[in-house]
C-alpha cells in the first residue's frame, strides 16, 4: 500500500494537489514581475511541502548552458547567477523530473550546485515547461529529515507546469518591454549619426552607442583598407590603439569579413591567427563581432567585448546588426561629405589646395602676421607654358603642372601651403619665414625644376617672386602684390640679360 495513503483516511496529496490550484489563482493575481513570481513560488510550495531550499535555473532557447536565477535557502533569498552544461543535467537534457531520496548517494540533479557546504539529502528537480519548451528548471532540496516521495515529485511537477507559462508570459512581455526600449534608443541613436557630417564624431558616437546598448567592456570599430583593417575606433581598458592593422588575409579577419553575419569570437585568436583577436578581450571573456556593410560591400566590422563568462545571445547579435546597419550608412555619408569637401578645396589637376582653399588659408596667416609672426610668399609662373601647352598639345601641358606641382609640394613643409593660385600660377604661402628664408625656397624649387628630365627637355623652367609682410601692408592684396611686382621684376630682368 502506498506510504502516502491509507484504507481509513483521505489521500494526504490530495490536499497538496489543491494547493495547485490556489497557487495557480494566487499567480493569475500577481503582477510582482520575475523575482515576485519566485518570492510567491517559495512562500505557496512551502506551505505544502517541507523543503529548506528551492532554486531556479533559466535556459535560454539554443543556449548550451542554463543559469541559476533564483535561491532561497535558511540564509535568505539570492540571485548568483552560475552557470551549468545543458548536456551534464539530466533534467533539461531529458526533459523528465528527478527525484533522489538520498541526494548522497549518486550524481546532483542540480549541476548548477547547490550554493552551500551543506548539500540536501534529498531532491526533487522537474522541468519548466510552456508550450513544448523547456524554460528551465525548479529543483527543492531538504537538508535533513523525511526524504521526498514520488507524490510530492509529482506536486512539484504540477506546480512547475502551472509556473512555466506565467514565467513565459513575464519573460515575453520583459522582452517586449527590451525591445520597445531599444528601438527607440536606436532611433535616437539613428538620429544623432544621421546629424553629423564629421567622420571622428560619427566614430565615437557609434563607440559610445555600442557600450551603451550591449553594456560592453570594450568596442572596436574596425575598417578595411584595400589589404589590411585598421582600428579607425576604440574604447576600453585592453582596447587596441587607434591605427592598429592587421593583414587582410590573416584567418581570423577573413572569418569575419565573409561570414555575413554575427560572430562570437573567444578570448584567444585560434592557431591559425597570428594577429590579434578583432576586439579587446580578456582573458575568459567573448566578443560579439558584425560586419559592417556599404552597400554590397563589407567596410569593417564592429566588436564589443562582454565581461569574462558573459555569453551575448541572439538578441544582443540583432541589435548589434542593427547598429551597424545605422553606423555604416552614417560613415559613408560623412566619408562622401568628407571626399565633396576635399574636392571643394582642391585643383582637381595638380592636387594642391586650390584658389578657395588658398584665400582661407592666407586670411588666417595675413591676420597672425598682424599680431607679429613673420610671413613671407612666393609667386611662381611656369616660363613660356602658353608656347609649350598649344604646340605640344594640353596632355603634355597638364603633365608639365602636375610635375611642376609635384615638385612645389614635396619642397613645401606641412605647417606652409602652395596652391595653384591660376593657370600656370603658384603661390607658396610660407609662415614664420622671412624674406631670406622665402628667397632660399625658391631657389630650392628652381634647382628642381631644371634638374627634372621632362621639365628639362620641354624646355620649362620658372619665374618667381618674393614678399615679407610689413606693416604697412593692410590687406592680403598688398602681400600678393609685392610679389607679383618682384615676379615681374625678375621676368624682366631675364629678359635683359639674354
Not at 582661407?360 to 613673420?374: N, T, Y
Not at 609649350?388 to 619642397?411: K, P, Q, W
Not at 627634372?452 to 600678393?480: C, H, N, Q, Y
Amino acid at each position: 500500500m502506498d506510504s502516502d495513503t491509507t484504507s481509513n483516511s483521505p489521500d494526504p496529496m490530495a490536499g497538496r494537489y489543491g494547493a495547485i490550484l490556489r497557487i495557480g489563482e494566487a499567480l493569475a493575481s500577481s503582477d510582482g514581475g520575475e523575482e515576485g513570481l519566485y518570492a510567491l513560488l517559495h512562500r505557496e510550495l512551502s506551505s505544502v511541502l517541507a523543503l529548506e531550499i528551492l532554486q531556479v535555473s533559466d535556459w535560454p532557447p539554443d543556449s548550451p548552458v542554463a543559469t541559476l536565477v533564483y535561491r532561497v535557502d535558511p540564509t535568505g533569498a539570492t540571485s548568483p547567477r552560475l552557470k551549468c552544461a545543458v548536456e551534464e543535467n539530466p533534467v533539461l537534457r531529458t526533459g523528465r523530473g528527478v527525484l533522489m531520496a538520498d541526494a548522497g548517494s549518486g550524481a546532483d540533479p542540480e549541476p548548477a550546485g547547490w550554493g552551500t557546504d551543506q548539500a540536501p539529502d534529498s531532491v526533487i528537480s522537474v522541468p519548466l515547461r510552456s508550450r513544448g519548451r523547456i524554460l528551465g528548471s525548479l529543483a527543492v532540496g531538504r537538508l535533513g529529515g523525511v526524504a521526498f516521495t514520488p507524490g510530492e515529485l509529482g506536486l512539484v511537477q504540477g506546480v512547475a507546469d502551472i509556473v512555466a507559462p506565467a514565467l513565459e508570459n513575464i519573460r515575453h512581455e520583459r522582452e517586449l518591454a527590451q525591445t520597445r526600449r531599444e528601438a527607440i534608443r536606436i532611433e535616437e541613436i539613428s538620429r544623432a549619426l544621421a546629424s553629423s557630417l564629421d567622420t571622428e564624431l560619427v566614430l565615437t558616437r557609434v563607440v559610445q552607442a555600442a557600450l551603451d546598448l550591449l553594456r560592453g567592456d570594450g568596442v572596436v570599430v574596425w575598417l578595411q583598407d584595400v589589404d589590411v583593417v585598421r582600428v579607425a575606433a576604440a574604447r576600453g581598458t585592453s582596447a587596441p590603439h587607434v591605427g592598429t592593422e592587421i593583414p587582410v588575409d590573416s584567418g581570423l579577419v577573413r572569418r569575419v569579413l565573409e561570414a555575413g553575419g554575427p560572430l562570437v569570437l573567444d578570448a584567444a585568436p585560434s592557431a591559425q591567427d597570428s594577429a590579434p583577436p578583432l576586439a579587446c578581450v580578456a582573458p575568459g571573456a567573448r566578443a560579439l563581432v558584425v560586419p559592417l556593410q556599404g552597400g554590397d560591400q563589407v567596410i569593417g566590422a564592429l566588436s564589443v567585448t562582454g565581461a569574462a563568462g558573459r555569453e551575448f545571445g541572439a538578441g544582443d547579435a540583432r541589435l548589434l546588426e542593427r547598429l551597424a546597419g545605422h553606423a555604416a550608412v552614417a560613415m559613408e555619408n560623412a566619408r562622401l561629405h568628407s571626399a565633396l569637401h576635399t574636392l571643394s578645396l582642391t585643383d582637381p589637376l595638380t592636387r594642391l589646395p586650390n584658389r578657395r582653399q588658398l584665400d582661407v588659408h592666407l586670411s588666417r596667416e595675413f591676420a597672425a602676421a598682424q599680431r607679429g609672426r613673420a610671413l613671407s610668399l612666393v609667386l611662381f609662373d611656369v616660363d613660356n607654358f602658353k608656347e609649350y601647352n598649344d604646340s605640344a598639345g594640353h596632355v603634355a601641358g597638364d603633365r608639365a603642372l602636375e610635375t611642376v606641382a609635384r615638385i612645389m609640394a614635396d619642397e613645401t613643409r606641412a605647417m606652409n601651403l602652395v596652391a595653384r593660385y591660376g593657370g600656370d600660377e603658384f603661390l607658396a604661402v610660407l609662415s614664420d619665414t622671412d624674406l631670406d628664408g622665402a628667397e632660399r625656397h625658391a631657389d630650392r624649387i628652381h634647382r628642381r625644376v631644371l634638374a627634372d628630365p621632362f621639365l628639362s627637355d620641354a624646355g620649362l623652367t620658372l619665374s618667381s617672386g618674393t614678399a615679407t609682410f610689413d606693416e604697412k601692408m593692410d590687406r592680403v592684396e598688398d602681400l600678393i602684390r609685392a610679389a607679383d611686382r618682384d615676379m615681374y621684376r625678375a621676368k624682366n630682368e631675364s629678359r635683359e640679360g639674354e
